[in-house]
């Protein structure tokens, strides 16, 4: 005790800073005059960054705050970076000028404007710098794709993996060497002794009697372990089985047993009969069906405070439309429509409640509510459409909307100035029937546009008249009675009227404050030549096109308008448009051809000329309406008034080259060989230009005389060196009489001409393949690409080229080069597609998609594609994309209808026949190669379909 009584009074003698740490910066009898030493038990281990600086160990000088900081400051002073990234040519090295001096208001808005000027800067260039960092990134991604791009074709390959497949998919197996995978260092969890435990107490049998087994008698099965006891007497004798097994039997009997004392606590004591009646133990279930899944609180609470505004304010309809559909929502509809019964006598005119009752009652009682509903708001239009509904029969209808004697007052009675009755009520009669409604419902209902407009297209021609004049007194306001008399008299063939009927309609309607809307009237114009009216629309549009439109605008705005009418299937509407504008525009060539094309596509072949015979009046100097005039009669097999046109078209446009070269197509088509030379010969004389030079080169090589076009060839490229069709010509020519070496020159002399003539290289290319050079084919195609970079064209012709040689793996990698060069080219991406094997031709198709969407070759691929896997529906949807995207592509037309000889009708057939030879296609390398052979050079597009489609390979 006494031990214990010394600690304590040497724990408060003892001082609380004995024992801790000294504070930083302390040095024991510093203030004595003493001064510090550091020892090497002092200095100890290194210190951590993060650990206080301990200063009691300063240099002398340096004891205080103040010679710290200003040592320091000295320090980084001499310490001060000068290399040239630190540099600023305004504040010099990392240095600021004016920190010592005061921040004042005029350096804060400077510093403000500084970086508004800044952030503009920014804004200007960041979308270029978003750009430029965009394109790094995709061409960083091209040359270094990452692995999930690599294998993105493989993966999309799991897509089509059945289940079969998933399930024999090798397992991966142990990967490790044998050293690694040596099982004596692998670890063994020892299994637990309750595990055998528990399969010895499975295994075990049971040959004694259990005490409960006793006390009800005999030998019962044993339960195992979490199953109750069997119930008191219903034990049955039996043997031993091994403990943990079920006897199922057993069970179902015990079951049974439960159910039946169950059932006959709930029975009558008379045998036979029970106490739950089905009737309404079926009634209770239906009633129980769970209608509503909300929260039942917040059906508690919803209707509690529904209860509170009932009693609150019972005359606020709301609160009752509420409460009752509240109740309908949560399956109690007898309580829902007991509530809207109270409401309708505690709201007795309000329209809502009355309709609401009459929605949640049966139609019996729903009828009954109607009619209290009529004796407390008899002007109710809602109501009482809602009365006639509940009706089934049509004479019933009529009974509740007009006067019978046997009823009675009635709806029209009550309300006459309600439109919407006088509506239904008409349609529910037969035609005289409603003509003498629509007689009373104009007196009531005079403002209604409808109801006048619909008795006077019951009168006749006469009385329909007065009843626009009467409709025009009581609604002068309203356009649309104008337009029905202007249709009236259209009908009638008073056609003079119609004009003035319009212009009358307009002055009237500005004089009552009316503003012409342009585009509201051009709608109806559209509308009035949907419904036949075309005397109508013309007229609307001739006195309506120029309202609020400012003089030079007015071209602009008027084809704009023609063209909307167009997209909208108003021919007539554009035509007038058209018309309009060039009786105020006549010189204008545009409006001319505009109207031309719109009459080529949508008008007849009479209706087209007369066009062009005032267009070429008003415009003589327009080359391409003489051109059309002439073809429109040469395609009508009227040769002679064609001529007489392209004379006429050659005095007013004299050494026209189009002119002349029309003039001789059609003489050469024609027969008139000799006409057509000597019409050449003319323009040679008078208009020499390189196409017409050309033009007599080619006449005279398709009538075999090869003398005169070499003789014409030397004279051509002397004049012309730089037009590299005359060069393809002249190489060509020698190669159909085989001297190889002369074309082989006149290609080398037209590329050093023409060093980016296209076809120029690739007829040299083919040359040598022909002679079987192929390394000087390559030399030359290689050659090409280098002087014509990202050109699609010569990277196909190579590859072509060794594929041709059998040797695919270059092939591949050239395709693989041409990619990365002309990434959206869609002439490569629908060759690389049939480039790969079968089974990744669909994924191929797919990156080629992404990359060239809306590429006639790519979609043309992928119609081939499916056609070569049989999906002829959607070969022929992809084939029927590909013509419409461009109908000049030759190619797409001979495949599609090869497509449709092997697996359409006549009908098809003939129709891809017809919309080829409407749209006049001219480019595709298999179109152009026949197209351009001079043995084929008088056919037709009719003629050149059949031919190109039977060089179509059938088998991709």
């Not at 008899?378 to 006639?388: D, E, F, G, T, Y």
């Not at 007038?576 to 072949?605: C, D, F, Q, V």
Request: proline share 5%; aromatic share 6%.
């Amino acid at each position: 005790m006494s031990d214990i009584t010394g600690v304590i009074q040497q724990q408060k003698k003892k001082k609380p800073w004995l024992g801790q740490a000294a504070p930083p910066g302390y040095v024991p009898g510093l203030g004595r005059g003493a001064t510090g030493f550091t020892t090497r038990s002092d200095i100890g281990p290194a210190r951590d960054v993060s650990d206080p600086t301990d200063d009691r160990h300063a240099p002398p000088g340096l004891r205080t705050v103040g010679d710290q900081l200003k040592a320091s400051r000295k320090t980084e002073d001499e310490e001060e970076d000068l290399n040239d990234a630190n540099y600023d040519e305004f504040t010099g090295y990392a240095g600021n000028l004016f920190s010592s001096g005061p921040y004042e208001k005029d350096d804060e808005e400077a510093d403000a404007v500084y970086e508004s000027v800044d952030r503009k800067m920014d804004e200007r260039r960041k979308q270029y710098r978003e750009r430029r960092e965009r394109e790094e990134l995709e061409r960083f991604r091209e040359e270094r794709p990452k692995i999930q791009q690599m294998f993105s074709d493989l993966k999309r390959k799991l897509s089509v993996i059945s289940e079969d497949d998933w399930s024999n998919i090798p397992a991966v197996g142990d990967a490790r060497n044998k050293r690694q995978r040596n099982p004596q260092l692998e670890k063994i969890t020892p299994v637990p002794d309750s595990l055998f435990t528990r399969g010895l107490a499975q295994s075990a049998t049971v040959n004694t009697l259990d005490a409960r087994q006793q006390q009800y008698g005999g030998i019962n099965t044993p339960f195992p372990s979490g199953l109750n006891t069997p119930f008191p007497g219903t034990a049955t004798p039996g043997w031993s089985t091994p403990a943990g097994e079920l006897d199922m039997r057993k069970i179902g009997q015990a079951r049974n047993t439960l159910m039946d004392m169950r059932l006959s606590q709930v029975s009558d004591s008379v045998s036979g009969q029970t106490v739950v009646d089905p009737k309404g133990y079926l009634t209770d279930l239906h009633s129980m069906l769970p209608q509503y899944g909300g929260d039942v609180a917040d059906i508690k609470k919803a209707r509690l405070l529904l209860k509170s505004v009932r009693e609150t304010n019972p005359k606020h309809p709301p609160a009752w439309i509420a409460s009752a559909r509240l109740e309908e929502v949560t399956g109690k509809l007898q309580v829902a429509r007991n509530i809207i019964m109270k409401g309708t006598e505690m709201c007795p005119k309000s329209e809502d409640v009355w309709l609401e009752a009459a929605r949640l009652q049966p139609s019996d009682v729903s009828k009954a509510v109607c009619a209290s509903a009529i004796v407390q708001l008899p002007l109710s239009v809602k109501i009482w459409i809602r009365a006639a509904s509940l009706e089934t029969d049509d004479k019933a209808k009529k009974r509740v909307y007009r006067k019978v004697k046997i009823f009675p007052p009635t709806a029209l009675e009550n309300v006459p100035n309600s439109v919407r009755l006088w509506k239904v009520a008409v349609e529910l009669e037969d035609t005289d029937d409603a003509r003498i409604m629509l007689s009373r419902a104009v007196e009531c209902c005079p403002h209604s546009t409808e109801l006048w407009l619909a008795l006077a297209k019951l009168e006749s021609y006469q009385n329909a008249r007065k009843v626009l004049n009467k409709a025009r007194e009581h609604i002068p306001t309203d356009r649309h009675i104008w337009i029905t008399a202007a249709k009236l008299e259209e009908a009638h063939d008073n056609h003079k009227m119609v004009n003035k009927i319009i212009e009358r309609s307009i002055t009237s309607l500005k004089a009552n404050m009316v503003d012409i809307n342009r585009e509201q009237w051009i709608k109806d114009a559209e509308d009035t030549e949907k419904s036949g009216s075309i005397v109508t629309c013309q007229s609307i549009v001739r006195n309506v096109i120029g309202i609020g439109v400012e003089e030079e605008d007015r071209k602009h705005t008027w084809m704009n308008d023609a063209e909307s009418s167009i997209s909208h299937g108003a021919y007539e509407c554009a035509r007038a448009m058209y018309a309009h504008a060039l009786n105020l525009l006549p010189s204008k060539k545009s409006i001319w051809l505009r109207a031309a094309y719109l009459e080529k596509n949508h008008g007849t072949r009479d209706s087209l000329e007369t066009l062009l015979q005032k267009a070429v009046a008003h415009c003589p100097k327009a080359e391409v309406l003489w051109l059309m005039g002439a073809k429109s009669k040469w395609m009508a097999n009227d040769i002679s008034a064609a001529r007489s046109i392209l004379a006429l078209a050659f005095q007013a446009n004299p050494n026209s080259e189009d002119i002349w070269l029309a003039a001789v197509k059609l003489e050469s088509e024609n027969n008139e060989h000799d006409r057509a030379r000597k019409l050449l010969a003319k323009a040679r004389a008078n208009a020499c230009t390189a196409r017409v030079m050309m033009k007599s080169i080619k006449l005279e090589w398709c009538l075999n005389l090869l003398d005169d076009a070499r003789s014409l060839l030397d004279e051509a490229t002397n004049k012309y060196p730089d037009f590299a069709k005359l060069w393809m010509m002249k190489g060509q020519i020698f190669e159909q009489v085989g001297e190889i070496q002369s074309a082989r020159e006149a290609y080398t002399a037209g590329l050093g001409k023409c060093p980016r003539a296209i076809p120029l290289w690739i007829l040299l290319s083919k040359l040598e393949q022909k002679k079987g050079t192929l390394t000087k084919a390559r030399a030359v195609l290689e050659k090409a690409r280098l002087k014509n970079p990202n050109c699609p064209e010569l990277w196909l012709a190579s590859i072509r080229l060794e594929w041709k040689s059998d040797i695919k793996n270059i092939a591949s990698s050239l395709m693989a080069r041409a990619l990365q060069e002309c990434p959206s080219s869609g002439l490569l991406w629908s060759e690389a597609i049939f480039i790969e094997a079968r089974p990744q031709r669909k994924t191929k198709s797919v990156d080629a998609l992404k990359k060239c969407e809306h590429d006639s070759h790519v979609l043309l691929a992928v119609a081939r594609l499916f056609w070569s896997e049989r999906k002829l529906t959607k070969a022929r949807e992809w084939f029927l994309r590909t013509v419409k995207i461009d109908q000049d592509f030759g190619d797409a037309w001979a495949f599609f209808y090869r497509f449709e000889l092997a697996h359409g009708n006549e009908e098809k057939q003939n129709e891809v026949l017809k919309r080829c030879v409407n749209a006049e296609p001219r480019h595709g390398q298999l179109w152009q190669s026949v197209s351009k052979d001079i043995a084929n050079w008088k056919l037709k597009t009719m003629e050149l379909l059949p031919i190109v489609s039977a060089k179509v390979p059938v088998v991709f």
